[in-house]
């Protein structure tokens, strides 16, 4: 055991590389020349992220390498991947976050929230992902994460610095975080604007069979679902996997009403930030009225980098050296979690080359083969492929991939297409064991409060429950809502 501890860079460096090569040289997916290169790499990523044989976000910088060294992509086409319009929403979150904890408008925000929720480690937590999962209907899902990120952050601050004994805030910090990420998910889920694959799915069968699907029906189908997702998640993490034992406090919650008191009215540059911040999440709350009028065309990312130039180019009301200081300098942006960028590039560009090597397509034929179960079971192998899928593809890609190969299916056997989409297209949003399964997972990851085996572990924990109950209710409840067309 201590050779084990003493070796285990090695050990994990040499897994890897030896679960790449046993890949590419067995083939046990019967794959063609271009998708098993793509394969071996992937398997090479994955197992040196989960045994942190280097940090996450040089393994991220493999496919620059390997790509076009084996032909899988040129270095051209791989490298866009690290310059997505979705790392530059990270980027524009991350420096609003940045102006709100320079200026520490977040530990504000924090304590007005654990005076209003209580000292109770749970009662935070249940509080976050009440708002989170409600927001997240509205928002998108990623906007939604970048909003409550800081302010959970600075809660995580403000409960460090009066832990009580015998408590776990570990256990605390990482779950908060957790539910920030897959409350988003979840909540999500609960309407057709909630996350791009509901969208894309929606689109999608409009323009095949010409059917709208209604955005009430999805919503008595879906936020049922969400709720009891939502109320899983708060069992499984606060109570069960990770109790932080947390308890309300007297003393705590006079240091609370001390510390509040001690910070006295809001600043002029603090107003200057939540102008911003709030401005900000109104123009993502907005986005789509605003382009129903047609004088231009807003998306989450250019509202993020709108936000972040703003702190650039808004005075903070105090000099320096004679000169006005802005809310933000260049120089605050050296505490930014750059790593988590070059993360989701990687992911980003592991998912393109397996989709590129016709990966998904295998994936779907391989679906095909199952046409003999039908009804619950079949529905079930659906959510069970598309639910691990998404932990290493864009849940976005899968669902305009998949999309199509389920729809023939279904009318192949007879089935109404919504049958199997819908619980495809709910699964691709409930990836919780990897960071780069959604990008909820990797915002959260950047704080260093989530450790990747106990984000598998809860992840893993998640998964089994959003298996169980997508499937139930898209085959109890969705036939009920939408009249869906069923052979059992």
């Known amino acids: 055991m201590e050779w084990i501890k003493k070796n285990q860079f090695i050990l994990s460096f040499l897994s890897g590389i030896v679960l790449s090569l046993s890949c590419y040289v067995f083939n046990p997916f019967a794959l063609e020349a271009g998708a098993n290169k793509a394969v071996a790499v992937a398997v090479l990523m994955i197992t040196w992220w989960i045994a942190e044989a280097m940090p996450m976000p040089a393994v991220a910088l493999i496919p620059l390498v390997l790509h076009p060294l084996f032909n899988i992509g040129t270095i051209e086409e791989t490298s866009k991947a690290y310059s997505n319009p979705v790392i530059f929403l990270f980027m524009g979150g991350f420096m609003i976050g940045l102006a709100i904890e320079k200026w520490n408008l977040h530990k504000r925000i924090a304590l007005h929230i654990v005076k209003r929720t209580g000292t109770s480690g749970d009662r935070i937590i249940l509080g976050f992902i009440l708002a989170t999962g409600f927001l997240s209907m509205w928002l998108s899902n990623t906007a939604t994460t970048m909003m409550m990120f800081p302010i959970a952050l600075s809660v995580i601050a403000v409960m460090k610095e009066h832990q009580q004994p015998k408590t776990n805030i570990m256990n605390f910090s990482m779950v908060l975080m ?76 006079n240091y609370i009403n001390d510390e509040i008191n001690a910070l006295g009215n809001l600043s002029v540059t603090e107003k200057r930030v939540l102008f911003i911040f709030v401005t900000t999440a109104l123009l993502w709350i907005t986005k789509d009225l605003l382009n129903q009028l047609r004088w231009f065309k807003l998306d989450d990312n250019m509202i993020a980098i709108f936000g972040a130039l703003a702190l650039f180019a808004t005075p903070s009301g105090i000099k320096k050296e004679n000169k006005p200081q802005m809310i933000l300098e260049w120089t605050d942006t050296s505490k ?43 529905v079930l192998m659906v959510v069970l492929i598309s639910i691990f899928l998404s932990e290493v593809m864009s849940n976005v890609a899968q669902v305009i991939v998949l999309s199509p190969v389920l729809a023939s299916l279904a009318d192949a056997l007879h089935l109404d297409p919504l049958l199997l989409g819908i619980p495809m297209t709910l699964a691709a949003s409930a990836a919780a064991m990897m960071p780069m399964g959604t990008p909820p997972n990797a915002i959260v990851f950047s704080s260093g409060h989530i450790k990747l085996k106990d984000m598998i572990r809860a992840g893993f924990a998640m998964n089994i429950i959003s298996i169980i109950l997508i499937t139930l209710f898209c085959w109890f409840v969705l036939p009920m809502v939408m009249g869906v067309i069923m052979n059992r």
């Open 178 to 253: 957790l539910v920030i990420a897959y409350g988003s998910n979840i909540g999500g889920m609960a309407t057709i604007i909630g996350t791009p694959p509901n969208v894309a799915f929606v689109g999608y069968i409009e323009k095949k069979y010409g059917y709208t699907v209604q955005f009430l029906d999805w919503m008595l189908v879906c936020t049922p679902l969400a709720i009891l997702l939502l109320a899983a998640l708060y069992w499984v993490l606060a109570k069960w996997l990770f109790p932080s034992r947390i308890k309300n406090s007297t003393e705590a919650n």
């Open 336 to 378: 930014m979690a750059w790593g988590i960028l070059l993360l989701f590039g990687g992911g980003i560009a592991l998912a393109n080359s397996l989709e590129k090597a016709g990966v998904m397509a295998q994936v779907g034929t391989w679906l095909a083969g199952f046409s003999h179960i039908n009804g619950l079971g079949l």
